[in-house]
């Protein structure tokens, strides 16, 4: 089953969550742009977490960002 997506965001520290899923010790990290932490399945390598650091400094100097990764968005089911 697919997992939905979350969004949690740390005012105090400034960093948007993004999540397929709780982060968990095994999963690997990697810094895939300046303030963007990606981590990873440990076998399958994909992207479970998102972190983007200086998120509402991102969108005081732009209205957007993009983040360096391609998606397949869909509903998720019940």
Request: negative net charge; contains cysteine.
């Amino acid at each position: 089953m697919d997992k939905k997506l979350s969004f949690e965001y740390d005012r105090v520290g400034d960093i948007l969550y993004i999540n397929k899923c709780s982060p968990y010790p095994e999963q690997e990290s990697e810094e895939i742009e300046f303030g963007v932490i990606a981590r990873f399945h440990p076998q399958t390598e994909e992207i479970e977490n998102l972190e983007v650091l200086f998120f509402s400094k991102r969108l005081l100097e732009k209205n957007w960002f993009e983040l360096p990764i391609t998606a397949n968005l869909r509903l998720a089911t019940a």
